[in-house]
């Protein structure tokens, strides 16, 4: 399938070392994935789903060891320390091949070596970048080829001397103790051992697309974010194009897949999803900031989508989709979580491969749940009704806002605007969520997130950091640079704003903010704006003096955030740039005012 020596000499080394018995080639054909799909039903690896419900789909389940990423066991290897810590655990280059390659050795005896050339981005677009995943796992293969473009078409677009990202990954004995995610952005390769849980096996996922892109970005005048990409269509057809960065639990794949509130369905707004997860931004001909969309599939949390919650994300999962750790209803052959929002099915397998029904207990008397908090769905971009027709063009889409987002309580109001790019670049580096109830351990514990990267950059934070000062120096139509909060709360404890499809009131605010149609009043940390000025027509409980509520900026409560970032900072290390102090000491001078 190709002549491209690299990859030729890439694939023979990791056959010898793990003692594949064979070699297949992934071409990418239906013929050929359709007979792995087969073979992996054979084998008992996943369960063919009923045909006429969810047509194509599967359920599969992985080791109860093996159910999320693990930060822990992630390792970012370099030569020089520095350039990786403090944030990213670090191993030295040659020590990691060395402990990695032990583990290697002979672990596909008895088992075939799959390979996958996949492209993240469109085949051929000067953005996209190709990798190679060598895998012993039909599970990869399968869903790989649900989130990437994989097959023929990208090792001709690779050609006989081409570059490409290494990927090594096998699921061994799926041995916790020796399970390793390894990053080495100085010589493009990612080893991946003893998981198969989609997070650290999916390579071209957050391995490729964030820690290894972050890095290539940085070397090559571009910017790999953990973003999601909107369009929002207004009446007359112009669409403008947001990326938002959001931690988890912040509302970011409802927000990539908004449904407008009637207010504005029956004015003809639309929304349009570009990609729900990952961006990769570039400078473009024009001077504007353009993005795309690496991926080619959804990772979803299953848990909590509905067709209330995210009838889009729902809608997506209905055809030619992969369920991992849900619950299977035997009745009819379809799944099931917690927070679907339809009965639970009483005859039924959980996600651990026991019988199961909600009226199950363990022995502190507590529920036990049918699928993992953490189950997922890989479904395919062209699944989404709102895909944006813009999806696969070879440019990207023009960046008219970047948006960031946490979750405060009282801190930060429902919406501010940057003041300049280094403000922009300020604001996204202090982004963060407070604990909630569903988290482990204290509440209200403030976890900063810079930019929503926080276990993704692929190098030194300070550095990453530096690098958003520099791509400013060099985008002459910069984009605006927003903070929200969707999640301000009374003094009961309860949520002010409605979120979900309104928040697309705040992002009409944003836009026209971008036009130069609204004003704002400056405040100490940005530009807030005027309560009328955000939409509230068909808002029962929301009034203006509640929109004046949510946007109020309380000093006290900022002068303590400020000592929380200067914390923040000197934990990085003096690697952050003198700017972003000088941002810190502007926002306390302004705060003192």
Same mark, same amino acid.
């Given at each position: ?229 909107? %369009? ?6 112009? !669409? @403008?194009?947001?990326? #938002?960065? $959001?931690?988890? +639990?912040? &509302? ?31 400078? %473009? ?6 993005? !795309? @969309?690496?991926?080619? #599939?959804? $990772?979803?949390? +299953?848990? &909590? ?289």
């Amino acid at each position: 399938m190709t002549n491209n020596k690299n990859l030729l000499a890439f694939v023979e080394e990791y056959k010898a070392l793990c003692k594949a018995d064979n070699v297949v080639w992934i071409d990418g054909s239906e013929e050929q994935l359709e007979a792995l799909r087969a073979q992996a039903v054979a084998n008992g690896d996943i369960v063919k789903l009923n045909e006429e419900l969810l047509p194509g789909c599967y359920i599969a389940r992985s080791n109860p060891n093996d159910v999320a990423r693990v930060e822990g066991r992630t390792f970012i290897c370099s030569k020089n320390k520095d350039d990786v810590t403090p944030i990213n655990n670090w191993m030295e280059t040659s020590e990691a091949y060395k402990l990695l390659n032990a583990i290697y050795d002979g672990c596909m005896k008895g088992r075939t070596m799959y390979v996958v050339p996949y492209s993240m981005g469109p085949v051929g677009s000067k953005f996209s970048k190709v990798g190679i995943e060598l895998t012993d796992s039909i599970y990869v293969v399968l869903n790989m080829a649900i989130m990437t473009r994989v097959g023929k078409a990208v090792l001709d677009v690779l050609g006989e001397d081409g570059e490409f990202i290494k990927g090594i990954h096998s699921y061994a004995e799926l041995d916790a103790e020796k399970r390793y995610i390894a990053h080495f952005p100085e010589d493009n390769v990612i080893m991946s051992i003893n998981s198969n849980y989609g997070g650290n096996v999916l390579l071209g996922k957050k391995c490729f697309a964030l820690r290894i892109a972050s890095w290539l970005g940085k070397n090559e005048g571009w910017m790999a974010e953990h973003m999601l990409i909107l %369009g929002i269509e207004k009446p007359n057809g112009e !669409i @403008n194009y947001v990326t #938002g960065a $959001f931690p988890s +639990a912040c &509302g970011k794949t409802n927000l990539a897949m908004l449904i407008p509130p009637k207010q504005y369905l029956d004015k003809g707004y639309k929304t349009w999803c570009v990609g729900d997860d990952i961006a990769w931004i570039r400078v %473009g001909e024009d001077g504007r900031l353009w993005a !795309i @969309n690496p991926e080619n #599939g959804f $990772f979803g949390v +299953a848990p &909590g989508t509905s067709m209330k919650s995210n009838p889009n994300a729902l809608l997506s999962t209905k055809k030619n989709t992969i369920f991992t750790n849900v619950v299977h209803d035997l009745d009819t052959n379809t799944v099931w979580w917690e927070g679907m929002g339809t009965p639970a099915p009483k005859n039924a397998i959980d996600w651990k491969g026991n019988k199961w029904d909600e009226s199950m207990v363990d022995a502190d008397g507590k529920k036990i749940k049918g699928a993992h908090p953490n189950s997922r769905f890989t479904a395919p971009t062209a699944n989404c009704p709102c895909l944006s027709s813009e999806f696969e063009a070879p440019n990207g889409v023009p960046l008219t806002a970047i948006i960031f987002g946490g979750r405060r309580a009282k801190t930060a109001p429902l919406v501010y605007q940057a003041k300049d790019w280094n403000n922009g670049v300020f604001v996204g580096s202090i982004m963060a969520s407070e604990t909630t109830a569903a988290a482990v351990g204290a509440v209200g514990v403030v976890r900063r997130d810079p930019m929503a990267m926080r276990p993704f950059i692929g190098y030194n934070c300070g550095d990453y950091f530096n690098h958003w000062l520099e791509m400013g120096k060099k985008i002459p139509n910069k984009p605006l640079i927003f903070n929200v909060n969707w999640f301000r709360t009374d003094d009961e404890g309860h949520f002010i704003w409605p979120g979900f499809g309104d928040n697309l009131r705040v992002l009409d605010w944003i836009i026209s903010r971008c036009e130069g149609k609204v004003d704002a009043r400056e405040t100490a940390i940005g530009y807030v704006p005027y309560a009328e000025d955000i939409n509230i027509d068909g808002l029962e409980d929301i009034t203006v003096d509640t929109i004046e509520e949510l946007l109020t900026v309380d000093k006290e409560m900022w002068l303590k955030e400020a000592d929380g970032i200067e914390e923040f900072y000197k934990e990085l290390g003096d690697r952050v740039p003198e700017e972003l102090y000088n941002q810190l000491a502007t926002l306390k001078a302004n705060l003192n005012k």
